[in-house]
């Protein structure tokens, strides 16, 4: 019973990989622009904050938001979720215990300006220029039992792209790492 649960989950990361590669292949090969509705960022921000409370708390570490209320944005809501999504399960997985994460959305003229936050932890330039780059871990001895394969950020600068919108990362010795998606407003 042990070793048949053992390979299922197994199987599980199995099934997610190959659809993350396949969701990548797709992209190169099509270059297409995801089908756009006019959605409520805010509401997406505010679902996947909420659905990441747990885990957090889980860590010990606290999930603070500030969200403007109604910001309206063309976009595929799903691919939306999954990116909000990496870049919380990110968060949740490399802020050290008693850690604080923030994501704020804010909008600045034409631009919404959505931002994941973590605290603690702090990633070199030389990294930074490479977190996007398919298959890349900053940590080479660091286990896929945390469940990445360095494909998360990839996909995530790959739904922006197709937002017409762009990823980034930033991060500061003592303050933490953040990412931040700019994107156009509907509004």
């Known amino acids: 019973s042990q070793w048949l649960s053992a390979a299922r989950a197994e199987g599980l990361v199995?099934?997610?990989?190959?659809?993350n590669l396949l969701f990548l292949a797709h992209a190169d090969e099509t270059r297409?622009?995801?089908e756009h509705d006019f959605v409520n960022l805010s509401n997406i921000v505010d679902e996947i904050s909420l659905a990441f409370e747990a885990?957090?708390?889980?860590?010990?570490?606290?999930?603070n938001t500030d969200i403007a209320a109604d910001q309206?944005?063309?976009g595929n809501a799903d691919l939306l979720r999954q990116l909000l999504s990496i870049l919380l399960d990110n968060a949740v997985k490399y802020t050290p215990e008693g850690g604080t994460i923030?994501?704020?959305?804010?909008?600045?003229?034409e631009k919404l300006a959505l931002t994941v936050h973590n605290s603690g932890v702090h990633i070199?330039?030389?990294?930074?220029n490479h977190l996007f780059d398919r298959f890349?871990?900053?940590d080479p001895a660091r286990s896929n039992a945390e469940g990445g394969h360095g494909l998360g950020l990839s996909i995530a600068a790959e739904i922006a792209r197709q937002h017409g919108a762009?990823?980034?990362?930033?991060?500061k010795p003592g303050e933490g790492t953040g990412f931040c998606l700019l994107c156009q407003s509907s509004l």
């Open 124 to 128: 070199p330039q030389e990294h930074l």
């Open 32 to 34: 297409e622009i995801a």
């Open 72 to 74: 309206m944005m063309r």
């Open 55 to 63: 885990p957090a708390y889980e860590k010990g570490l606290t999930l």
């Open 102 to 109: 923030k994501v704020t959305l804010k909008k600045n003229m």
């Open 136 to 138: 890349y871990r900053m």
């Open 14 to 19: 199995m099934k997610k990989l190959i659809e």
């Open 166 to 171: 762009t990823l980034k990362a930033f991060s």
